[in-house]
T-cell receptor, first 113, second 118 residues
């Protein structure tokens, strides 16, 4: 039972480069979301999705794009990486109307130099 | 807008001491969910408990207990007889449920770093 799988676990980018953080879940969850974790600030919501084809912005969406073409996958794209995007990124998924807890991936530690 | 405050940035205790982690929240919704997550040094986020706004019963699970008080908008977490393995960052989180559905969106507190010394 894989749960929520994020790849890669570590990444170093140069300023201006683009990349995609991958997230996949095998629990048939409706809801998926991306968070970033910065020291002293907890986790903040970047984007979320309530189902395939439906996405919306969270608290800190600037510089990131998402799409959800399937129930299983929810990739996060950094369009032009900036040092301010150095962070640990977590993907999460949860069931829909049951309002259950979110299951988190292992995280991706991203450094932008 | 919703907000979660964990005023204790760091707590240090000696093994077997009891410790309480505070969580205060703000929301305009009458229906919402509160959570506690643990982040051990390995970095993953581990779910501990969920409580909905209509259930003010306190809960005990082994050495862990939670005290939910709507009157003070608090959802505090107590570890009894702490152990070194309890050392971690603990997050309190809130999910508003507009129309009864939370959409999986969580607002986290800043986290409390708990260190338990042997």
């Amino acid at each position: 039972n894989a749960g929520v799988t994020q790849t890669p676990k570590f990444q170093v980018l140069k300023t201006g480069q683009s990349m995609t953080l991958q997230c996949a879940q095998d629990m048939n969850h409706e809801y998926m979301s991306w968070y970033r974790q910065d020291p002293g600030m907890g986790l903040r919501l970047i984007h979320y999705s309530v189902g395939a084809g439906i996405t919306d912005q969270g608290e800190v969406p600037n510089g990131y794009n998402v799409s959800r073409s399937t129930t299983e996958d929810f990739p996060l794209r950094l369009l032009s990486a900036a040092p301010s995007q150095t962070s640990v990124y977590f993907c999460a998924s949860s069931y829909g109307v049951m309002n259950t807890e979110a299951f988190f991936g292992q995280g991706t530690r991203l450094t932008v130099v | 807008a919703q907000k979660v405050t964990q005023a204790q940035t760091e707590i240090s205790v000696v093994e077997k001491e009891d410790v309480t982690l505070d969580c205060v929240y703000e929301t305009r919704d009458t229906t919402y969910y509160l959570f506690w997550y643990k982040q051990p040094p390995s970095g993953e986020l581990v779910f501990l408990i969920r409580r909905n706004s209509f259930d003010e019963q306190n809960e005990i699970s082994g050495r862990y207990s939670w005290n939910f008080q709507k009157s003070t908008s608090s959802f505090n977490f107590t570890i009894t007889a702490s152990q070194v393995v309890d050392s971690a960052v603990y997050f309190c989180a809130l999910s508003e449920a507009t129309g009864g559905t939370s959409y999986g969106k969580l607002t986290f507190g800043q986290g409390t770093i708990l260190t338990v010394h042997p």
